[in-house]
């Protein structure tokens, strides 16, 4: 079992930054891929950046060039630079663990940006 613990969020003003973190504890195992989902009120969640234990990244198209994810696999842990946060960036941000079949989520934390 794996277990996922975000923290980092917070109220930022436009425009400012903000760095989530994820740390993953448990039987992790290599092969697997860690992601960023984000989701507003009245909103289906959506992908926001993936990384693979390799270390290959991708950021979904609203926050290209603002967001980045990388990840320490020494320390099991992820994070979610976030620079020009804008006010739709306003979200509930859950990691995720996704290893073949196996799915884990991190309980969620909320990123409020005011205009």
């Known amino acids: 079992q794996v277990q996922l613990v975000e923290s980092g969020g917070g109220s930022v003003q436009a425009g400012g930054s903000l760095t989530l973190s994820c740390a993953a504890s448990?039987?992790?195992?290599?092969?697997?891929?860690m992601v960023w989902y984000r989701q507003a009120p009245g909103k289906t969640r959506e992908l926001v950046a993936t990384?693979?234990?390799?270390?290959?990244?991708n950021t979904a198209d609203p926050v290209k060039g603002r967001f980045t994810i990388s990840r320490d696999n020494a320390k099991n842990l992820l994070f979610l630079q976030m620079n020009s946060l804008k006010a739709e960036d306003t979200a509930v941000y859950y990691c995720?663990?996704?290893?073949?079949?196996?799915?884990?989520w991190g309980q969620g934390t909320q990123v409020t940006v005011s205009s």
């Open positions: 448990g039987r992790i195992f290599s092969g697997n891929v």
């Open positions: 995720n663990y996704r290893n073949g079949a196996y799915t884990r």
């Open positions: 990384i693979t234990s390799g270390g290959n990244s």
